[in-house]
């Protein structure tokens, strides 16, 4: 079972120290996500007064331009969620028209996961792929591209482009920001790779079908999906990179979290 327990910022942010009770702070926002490190033990100390359990921890600090800062230090536990190492069911699903917190996208992500790992998914492939979706759509399957309803715009998880690509497949009567809905397009495209997938971006060449299945590394997948998949028009090195430490950050929370 998983011992590593990952936790969120409450309301307010919480505050990591350089020590427990220490001067040396860093605010991490509402929702951004941190994990305790293995071995360190809580410590019992009061600041200002008040008698606080310390726990040293691994943070994820969101920044306003939305990169990402990490680093460790101790934080009061009662400033932070622990996460629930029960998988999320559909209806814990987040999907709406603003971006997500870093704590609601890992809600999003565990269930995804949890999909793909029963269409024989590898976890590297899944989590290579989560990376793309935190910068296309703050894994948000009710997300537009800038936010604009438009059908000429991206949509969805990975902000299929036009949206109508998945919408007129999806066809009437069904539920466009369903994440099993989108779930499903993105199965159909593995077998139908020619809607999305151009093997020949990426070198070595790796087929829709055998990326599903690639034990290469969670950080390799994340660059193989942006260039055969996304194809964004901007690839240089500062947007892979993002993706690269994006895909690495699902991979380690999620692995904390499973048994």
């Not at 990975?158 to 993105?186: A, H, M, V």
């Not at 077998?191 to 070198?203: D, K």
Request: with cysteine; charged share 15%; net charge positive.
């Amino acid at each position: 079972m998983a011992t590593t327990k990952v936790r969120y910022a409450n309301s307010g942010g919480s505050n990591v120290r350089s020590s427990a009770a220490g001067s040396v702070v860093t605010t991490v926002n509402q929702g951004n996500l941190m994990y305790d490190i293995p071995g360190e033990k809580t410590v019992t100390k009061a600041l200002n007064g008040t008698t606080y359990t310390w726990v040293r921890v691994y943070y994820y600090k969101i920044n306003s331009d939305n990169s990402t800062t990490e680093g460790n230090g101790w934080v009061a536990m009662s400033t932070t969620t622990e996460v629930s190492t029960s998988v999320p069911g559909k209806s814990a699903i987040i999907s709406a028209a603003t971006a997500l917190e870093q704590n609601q996208m890992l809600t999003n992500a565990r269930y995804i996961y949890n999909y793909l790992i029963g269409k024989k998914w590898s976890k590297n492939a899944i989590c290579g792929m989560l990376g793309n979706m935190e910068m296309e759509s703050t894994i948000n399957p009710g997300r537009w591209q800038n936010g604009k309803v438009n059908t000429a715009n991206g949509y969805g998880l990975t902000q299929w482009t036009p949206s109508t690509k998945y919408t007129n497949w999806l066809g009437s009567g069904k539920t466009s920001g369903d994440i099993d809905n989108q779930l499903e397009r993105i199965l159909y495209e593995v077998s139908h790779e020619s809607e999305q997938w151009v093997s020949g971006n990426y070198s070595p060449s790796m087929s829709f079908a055998d990326f599903t299945k690639s034990t290469s590394s969670t950080t390799a997948l994340a660059e193989c999906f942006l260039k055969c998949y996304e194809q964004p028009a901007d690839q240089s090195s500062t947007v892979i990179n993002k993706r690269k430490a994006n895909a690495s950050k699902w991979s380690t929370l999620i692995g904390f979290l499973v048994s």
